[in-house]
């Protein structure tokens, strides 16, 4: 018997393609919020993912296991192995459909052990979309991304308002974020002029 979510993507999901201001083929995303604990550089435990779009415009991430990160000896918590499949997958999401998105539902399947000192390649790709509801999935492989696969995650993020943060989170760490996405846009800004003069 299988425990996973059939019929994925439900039938009331649409195709669904990358809006038209994602990021192009090649590009490499930067982190979200310099504190998210996927993601971001000031978080000295944290998993320090680093994502970018390919050819297909499925969402490549990698996340390299340290000791931090054991729950057996030596092998990578399953609990943080799902938290990468989170962040590999939020990732997807907002910056390929360029909208606010939190996950309401994430499973994941365990499919061989990740040792400490390997590297997960994280590819993830848009699988359909019913009104604010996205589905995404993907599947993470050891130390190359035609490697083994060792797990493969599935999840729902459901679009919100901006609201959604500035009612639940703190204000102090939105403007920080705000200050920070402000300053990486006029950076992607600078970057297009640079190659287009
Ligand atoms: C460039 C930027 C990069 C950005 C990169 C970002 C990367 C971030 C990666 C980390 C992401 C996170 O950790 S996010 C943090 C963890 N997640 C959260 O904190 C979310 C907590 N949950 C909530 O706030 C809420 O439950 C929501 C927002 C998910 C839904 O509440 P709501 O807005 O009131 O909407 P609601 O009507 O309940 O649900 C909307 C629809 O979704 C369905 N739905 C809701 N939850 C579920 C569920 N668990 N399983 C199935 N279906 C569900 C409902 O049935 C409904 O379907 P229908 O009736 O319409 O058919």
Known sequence: MSSRTENWPPADAEPVGPHPDAPAPGTELSEHYAEC?????????????????????????TFTVRKDHQGAPGLAHGGLLACAFDEALGSTVGNLLRTPTVTARLETDFVRPV???????????????????????????????????????????????????????????????????????????????????
Not at 39 to 54: D, F, N
Not at 131 to 146: H, M, P
Not at 177 to 194: I, K, N, P, S, V
């Open 37 to 61: 604990f996927g993601c971001g550089h000031e978080v000295e435990l944290g998993l320090h993912l680093r994502s970018a779009v390919a050819d297909d415009m499925s969402v490549v991430s």
């Open 115 to 197: 040792p400490v000192g390997s590297t997960l390649h994280i590819a993830a790709r848009l699988d359909g979309r019913s009104g604010r509801k996205t589905y995404v999935s993907a599947e993470g492989r050891l130390d190359a991304d035609d490697g083994p696969v060792a797990l493969r995650a599935r999840a729902l993020f459901v679009t919100v308002g901006v609201d959604h943060f500035t009612t639940h989170g703190d204000p102090d760490a939105i403007e920080k974020f705000r200050q920070t996405a402000e300053a990486e846009a006029a950076a992607a800004e600078q970057r297009g002029w640079d190659v287009n003069p």
